[in-house]
């Protein structure tokens, strides 16, 4: 049985408890994170509670806890629960008050909780040999998708839709346009130049986008941060996803069809390669 935290307070899973009145049940009013652990250490955790500030200050939400005081939970939740790889999933909500639309007093303690996902051979997953089969489907969510809120329930409608396609993941666009994977950020490589769509409130401002973006460029890849269209993904050489769970995943078709060769880019591998070596040596 994992250990979880929950306000404060270290407890066996079975006795975590959050409030009825809790926003984030009422109103999906918070905002997670999901964190990497790799051989016994945090993925670019600084990125992450860097995030996690800005989607509080978004949401005008009350500061939950100290950066370093979560980086010691997070670290005490690995070693109490034995974690070599996996995941450590984060949530921050406005905290329990009676239900109400508007906000409540700015004195209401939020809601933290934190538990953990083992995932042995996290970095060694097969999909990163044979790529991704995805879909596309029409991007309705709201319009502020830069700020990493709970408000899940279209992206796993989206999953749920491409396994009934039989795909691993869905990309979705809007105005013709790819946004973003349900999960993950979504690029293209055509002629060499590395394709993603540029930040905005149309998308996640992604982690391991960031660190994967930095690492190609290091490598004199170049990148062109801007909109494409699904018609651009189709005739592309390479595509893939990036998330802080996939890190750099291929992906071989998209709607049926085959993408360059119909398996993964050499350009991807080395993307994959590059993230996961200088991100175990920055772990922490």
Do not use: C
């Not at 049940?25 to 905002?31: K, P, Q, R, S």
């Not at 990125?47 to 005490?76: F, N, V, W």
């Amino acid at each position: 049985m994992r250990t979880v935290y929950v306000n404060g307070d270290y407890l066996p899973e079975d006795q975590a408890k959050v409030s009825i009145f809790d926003r984030g049940f009422l109103f999906a009013d918070g905002v997670y994170e999901v964190t990497s652990v790799l051989d016994g250490k945090l993925i670019d955790f600084a990125g992450h509670a860097k995030r996690l500030q800005r989607s509080m200050d978004e949401l005008d939400m009350t500061a939950a806890i100290d950066m370093d005081e979560l980086l010691e939970i997070h670290r005490e939740l690995v070693r109490v629960n034995d974690i070599t790889d996996g995941l450590i999933y984060l949530q921050v909500t406005r905290g329990a008050a009676d239900r109400d639309f508007l906000y409540p007093a700015e004195d209401t303690p939020p809601t933290v909780v934190l538990f953990t996902q083992a995932k042995p051979g996290l970095a060694d997953s097969p999909m990163a040999e044979t790529g991704m089969k995805v879909v596309t489907i029409p991007d309705r969510r709201w319009g502020r998708r830069d700020i990493k809120t709970v408000q899940l329930l279209y992206p796993s409608m989206g999953k749920m839709e491409a396994k009934a396609q039989g795909a691993d993941d869905a990309w979705m666009v809007e105005e013709g346009a790819v946004t973003e994977g349900t999960s993950n950020n979504a690029y293209i490589v055509k002629d060499g130049v590395i394709v993603t769509r540029h930040l905005g409130e149309e998308i996640l401002h992604g982690i391991t986008r960031k660190a994967v973006l930095a690492f190609a460029r290091e490598a004199q890849m170049k990148v062109d941060e801007r909109a494409f269209t699904v018609e651009e993904a189709l005739a592309a050489d390479e595509a893939f996803v990036t998330s802080a769970s996939s890190f750099v995943m291929p992906v071989v078709s998209i709607d049926g069809q085959q993408i360059g060769t119909g398996t993964p880019g050499k350009t991807v591998a080395r993307l994959r390669e590059i993230y996961l070596e200088e991100m175990r040596k920055a772990a922490v």
